[in-house]
Structure formats: C-alpha cells, structure tokens
C-alpha cells in the first residue's frame, strides 16, 4: 500500500480527536477505526494500524494519571497481566470471524450501559465502600472480559472500564480513569504486537498518526484530571451515542 497526503490529513485529524475523547472517557476508536477505514485501508489492516497509534499514543495520558497518583498498583499490575492475556487472544479471534456477530451484541449491550450512565447524576468524585477482595474481582475480571473484546474488535473499550470501575468497583472517577489507562494501554500493545505478527500493520500511516495521537491524549487527560465528573460524564454520553449510531451503520 502506498502512502498519500490525503491519507495522512485524513488520519492526523481523525486520530487527534479521536485521541483527546479517549483520554477523558475511552472510546476513541469510534473515531478513529472509521478515519483509517476512511483513509483508505481494509478492515483488518484498519484495525491493526489502529492500535499502533491508540497504543503509543495513550502512553501520554497513562504519563498524566501516573505523575498525579491516580493508579492502584496493587489492583492494576494483575489486571495488566489479565488484559495482556485476553488482549492478544481476541485479535487472534478477530482475524477469523466476522465482526457483526460482536456487533449484534453490542446491539444489546448499548442501551443497559446508556441506562446505567443516565441513571447516575455524575461520576463520584471519592471512592465508594467496597470490600477489597469484591474491588479486585470485579477489576480483573472486567480486565479479561474488555480486554479481550479490544483485542477483537476495541471501540468504546475505555468507556466500558471507565463504567464498571466506577459504579461496580466503587472507584472515584480520576481514580478509575487512571487504572482504566494503564489497562486499555496494556490491552491495546498486546492486541498492536499480534496485529503485527500477522502482517496487519501499515507502519508508516501509524507512526504519523500516532504523534496526532499523542497530543490528544496529553490534552485530554489533562482535561479529565481537572474537572474530574463535570467533563467525563457529558462525553461518556456522546461516545455511547457514536457507538450505537456505528453499530446500526455497520449492520444496514
């Protein structure tokens, strides 16, 4: 495949906007999947290209929640290991199934998480009580589960974490956006190397992209650690709407 300018404008605007939503509440490849689909590459192509810029460049916004201490060591090297796992075996997965299948179930999926956010006023500022053993379930476990649909497909992955860590691990909003960066970063570098592996990477548009992706991710998280529920819950919304509107255009 050759390199074009109108594909590297294309991808350097997608990937920046998709880049800056991700930080501040995941979901980012609803954007950027599309641009690279845009810019000309086929799908599986598309999605390994996609995790070479999402991966690297979510390295800047991982930087930012670590520096202010936003991240449980102790809940998060073991979900690591666990989205490592799931990660890779899901684009393994990917490359042999067709996609609609997960979109169908995302066709379920949509409207009980759409439930759940509208249902909560804001994402909560202070931790809530939990027991730690239930807290270290639910993180690994949603560590395996999302990280496995990220390696096999990725859109709105942050956005699942980001949900299931504040209103099932009881975490506060920055607190969780911290752990869901390091996992989704580990996910995603797995999911890139298989990817990889098996020769679904267009090198040169990802590394362009990724320097797109990376001052959104630094501008974005900077946004989130800032005004902590105020600007994660407003965009969590329109990520879900995004997704489902990518869904059903995916389907029809």
């Known amino acids: 495949m050759t390199l074009t300018l109108p594909m590297v404008l294309i991808a350097v605007v ?3 906007l998709a880049s800056f939503v991700d930080a501040i509440a995941g979901g980012g490849g609803i954007v950027s999947l599309p641009t690279y689909l845009l810019a000309g590459l086929p799908m599986h192509m598309a999605l390994g290209t996609n995790k070479v810029s999402a991966s690297l460049g979510s390295i800047a916004s991982t930087g930012r929640f670590l520096k202010n201490g936003y991240v449980t060591w102790s809940l998060a090297l073991p979900a ?3 989205a490592l796992t799931g990660s890779a075996l899901g684009t393994r997965l990917q490359l042999l199934i067709d996609e609609k299948y997960l979109q169908l179930l995302l066709l379920i999926v949509l409207p ?4 759940v956010v509208l249902r909560q006023r804001s994402f909560p500022e202070e931790p809530g ?6 807290q270290a379930a639910v993180v690994l476990a949603a ?6 649909y990220d390696g096999f497909y990725g859109p709105g992955t942050g956005t699942f974490l980001l949900l299931i860590f504040t209103r099932w691990g009881k975490m506060d909003v920055r607190t969780a956006g911290g752990n869901v960066k390091v996992v989704n970063l580990a996910s995603g570098l797995s999911s890139m190397v298989t990817a ?3 020769g679904q990477v267009f090198w040169q548009l990802g590394l362009i992209a990724t320097a797109a992706s990376f001052a959104g991710h630094f ?3 900077g946004l989130a650690i800032r005004n902590g529920s105020r600007i994660v819950r407003p965009v969590v919304l329109v990520v879900l709407v995004l997704l489902a509107v990518k869904v059903l255009s995916g389907l029809l």
């Open 80 to 82: 690591v290991v666990l």
């Open 112 to 115: 009980v998480v759409a439930f």
């Open 129 to 134: 009580e939990i027991d730690p053993k239930k």
């Open 14 to 16: 997608g990937v920046f």
């Open 219 to 221: 501008v974005g998280a």
């Open 196 to 198: 990889m592996l098996h």
């Open 143 to 148: 560590a395996l589960v999302i990280g496995s």
